[in-house]
């Protein structure tokens, strides 16, 4: 009765915004957290809370901008069938239009309203609301065996004391001797000094680099030489070490001389057994070909960059084999961690020994960077399924029903009625919802969902919920400390974050394996050398997937990516490209424009277009021309551009509301509009149709190179008789050479950048 006549004293003193957390996440939001008492358990408390938190509710600057900003984007992929079908229908009214801009106009003051903490509700409900939520997670703690006396709102203690989770899954207090007989099998295995030794994660984590080996990966360049692989093809091995030396390809896998830890032996072939015809033979009975070679390279701690990952085709593949790599270095890692615990337990006292090295200053070992809520779910789903190892020996998870709540997605919210291509559907399945962070904790035969980051083995994030908890310079709530360790980097689908906001991955990259401010109660006569030195980053084994070769990406694989066993990335050129998939009879003028400078190309580009483009197109017969512009920027400077001189003229972007999308698409396909300005982002999110094109502009060659021949089929979706002229023209420069190659094909690129001649023409068609 004392603790619950406690929580009632306690909510009284709450805000309604706090109330409003409180019932929505049962516990405090950690930004209003009452911090008083001493300042050791304060700060450990507000560690692991804000941490822990996935939620967008955050009162700093940086938050509410991104909300405002990127969640109104892409909460208009959740529409209803009903809107959606309204926005397909190209003979809709203007009436109807402004109808439902007034509609959406209001929705945003209610959103606007609601993210206000709703103070238009009554205080009286909203209190008694409040108190019993307080009063059932009290009675529901206790009975969980919970211990909430390091929360401050049930008042402040003397001294930290771990809560029941916190104890049952800190690496400093449990020991090997308390697992269950697979980990035990897997000490015994481990006895074996010679096999311990042979094991990749032993081999790598073990090596001890000195300050000229630095020296050497900071100043030297890097050698590289090249191999050819059955599934991966040209694959481009670089080190700075010692010269790169070429692997093959393992025809066969030998699952012993994986390393792979004991219970992941038995579960991985039930996991994976969906991707594995009646094809493959016996010896192959765990990998398919692709995630055979992908994991052998995984499997020696060398930095991977794979940019042909497909969401329709081997998505779901690349995703189970670098779950199973880095469940398996977590696995070891803390074994390794566990078993020393015994040692130091059972030697005498007094006695100091160096070779119990196995720790970070930070516990977090693994980040996955992810696009979207339904990725992080499906990886969880994989690491439990890989942990359990028959349906009668179900692994603990905690806050299971919080977490499928959360990232799960409701199939009714999507509208059965749309037609979008099947890559579209790929992507953009289940929850896409683009800020979210979770901590994960696996120890002994359980996993804890929401662990505080500091607490985590392993984080599940994407950029945006990176970036806001890392904060920018001079902010007063930002936190990195915990990726001081990170020993294995993977960001899946990277080339979302060039539709998302790039800025937030080299924002991440750049904060990767600093020194932590603060020892967050860490023991360093545990932790190895190479993080006391600071040396992290070149063991840290980075894994970057992409759908395509883009420069951006690139970059961060070349200049972020500094471990000492080198990098392999693959490298085929595409040889037919995009434009052979065009089906309408279209002639495809391509202008190449000479800029001095990849910084000067932007501008070249902008003189080019209005000097030479633009004045074949402003006349009165060169009408339903689209532009079709990948950069946001480009976008504004066009459309002030075409403001400016009074062309006649309508512009759709990512931003841009549904009535107004409506309103363009009319004007467009009628004529009453002769120019339409289109961005790529905007057909990333919602891939219309868009009917009435004549006339085809690519400002910039696409990012995507089926986009290309997406637009240019569009032109078939309107009948406007055979005699109709279409028109298509494409501008690019040398420093576009991927993006061209990706959709002429690299031969023909190879000819049109080295060709005295600017203009090069192709016909597509049944007559071309």
């Known amino acids: 009765m004392g603790k619950r006549r406690g929580g009632r004293e306690l909510l009284r003193g709450l805000s309604k915004k706090q109330k409003k957390h409180l019932r929505e996440f049962g516990e405090q939001h950690p930004f209003h957290d009452k911090v008083p008492g001493r300042p050791e358990a304060t700060q450990v408390c507000e560690l692991s809370d804000s941490s822990d938190k996935s939620s967008a509710e955050s009162d700093s600057e940086t938050e509410v901008e991104q909300v405002s900003v990127y969640h109104k984007l892409l909460a208009t992929l959740k529409t209803s069938p009903e809107s959606e079908s309204e926005e397909e229908e190209e003979d809709e009214s203007e009436s109807e239009a402004e109808g439902s801009e007034t509609e959406m106009d209001s929705e945003g003051s209610l959103e606007i309203r609601e993210a206000d903490g709703g103070e238009d509700q009554n205080d009286v409900p909203e209190q008694e609301e409040a108190t019993d939520m307080a009063e059932q997670m009290l009675s529901q703690q206790q009975a969980d065996g919970i211990d909430t006396s390091c929360d401050p709102s049930h008042g402040v203690i003397e001294e930290f004391t771990d809560v029941k989770h916190e104890s049952e899954f800190s690496l400093e207090t449990n020991f090997m001797e308390e697992e269950s007989g697979d980990c035990n099998a897997d000490k015994r295995d481990g006895s074996s000094s010679q096999a311990f030794s042979e094991d990749p994660f032993k081999q790598h984590m073990d090596k001890e680099l000195d300050e000229k080996d630095v020296e050497k990966m900071s100043t030297l360049p890097k050698t590289s030489s090249q191999s050819q692989w059955p599934r991966l093809g040209q694959v481009t091995f670089s ?227 990176m970036r806001t908890v890392i904060g920018a310079e001079g902010e007063k709530k930002r936190d990195f400390d915990f990726l001081s360790s990170i020993e294995i980097l993977i960001i899946d689908q990277a080339d979302i974050y060039l539709m998302q906001n790039w800025e937030h991955v080299l924002h991440l990259m750049k904060h990767m394996n600093l020194l932590p401010l603060d020892s967050h109660g860490v023991d360093f006569s545990r932790v190895r050398m190479l993080n006391l030195n600071n040396w992290c980053r070149y063991y840290r084994q980075t894994l970057l997937f992409s759908a395509l070769q883009d420069p951006q990406v690139n970059s961060v694989f070349n200049k972020h990516c500094f471990n000492y066993m080198g990098q392999v990335a693959v490298r085929n050129v595409p040889l037919s490209g995009s434009i052979s998939h065009v089906v309408v009879q279209l002639p495809h003028v391509f202008r190449r424009l000479e800029a001095e400078s990849l910084t000067s190309v932007i501008d070249t580009r902008f003189q080019f277009f209005i000097d030479k483009v633009l004045p074949e197109y402003r006349d009165a017969i060169m009408s339903h021309t689209l532009i079709y512009i990948p950069s946001y920027f480009d976008y504004v400077r066009l459309r002030n551009y075409f403001k400016k001189e009074e062309l006649n003229f309508t512009h759709i972007c990512e931003y841009t509301k549904k009535a107004g999308v409506c309103r363009a698409r009319r004007f467009f396909l009628k004529g009453e509009k002769q120019f339409l300005l289109f961005t790529e982002r905007f057909h990333f999110y919602k891939r219309y149709t868009i009917k009435g094109i004549r006339n085809l502009i690519f400002y910039e060659l696409p990012t995507y190179s089926h986009f290309y021949s997406e637009i240019c089929n569009m032109m078939k979706a309107t009948d406007n008789g055979v005699d109709a002229t279409w028109t298509c023209t494409v501008l690019y420069s040398k420093y576009d050479a991927q993006k061209l190659a990706a959709v002429v094909g690299i031969e023909r690129a190879a000819q049109m950048l080295q060709s005295k001649k600017n203009v090069h023409l192709f016909v597509t068609g049944e007559s071309g």
Request: hydrophobic share 35%; charged share 30%.
């Open 239 to 465: 080190s700075t070490l010692e010269k790169a030396k070429t692997s093959k390809a393992d025809k066969e896998v030998d699952v012993k001389q994986l390393y792979l830890h004991k219970p992941l032996e038995s579960t991985w072939p039930k996991v994976n057994k969906q991707f594995l015809s009646s094809v493959n033979k016996p010896s192959d009975a765990f990998f398919t070909p692709l995630q055979r070679e992908l994991f052998c390279i995984m499997n020696t701690y060398r930095d991977l960059f794979y940019p042909e990952r497909n969401a329709l085709t081997n998505g779901e593949e690349i995703r189970h084999a670098y779950c199973l790599h880095a469940l398996n270095h977590v696995l070891k890692a803390n074994s390794q961690v566990l078993s020393n615990n015994a040692k130091k337990r059972n030697q005498k006292p007094g006695t100091d020994n160096d070779d119990h090295r196995d720790q970070g200053l930070t516990r977090p070992k693994v980040l996955m960077i992810v696009p979207f809520r339904e990725c992080a779910l499906r990886i969880v789903h994989l690491f439990i399924s890989l942990l359990e190892v028959n349906d009668k020996r179900k692994i603990d998870v905690s806050n299971k029903k919080r977490f499928k709540g959360e990232f799960g997605s409701d199939p009714e919210e999507k509208p059965p009625n749309l037609k979008r291509p099947e890559d579209y559907e790929a992507v953009f399945a289940g929850n896409i919802d683009d800020h979210f962070r979770i901590g994960v904790a696996i120890l002994q035969k359980s996993m804890r969902l929401y662990a505080p980051f500091y607490s985590s083995d392993i984080i599940i994030a994407s950029p945006l919920g």
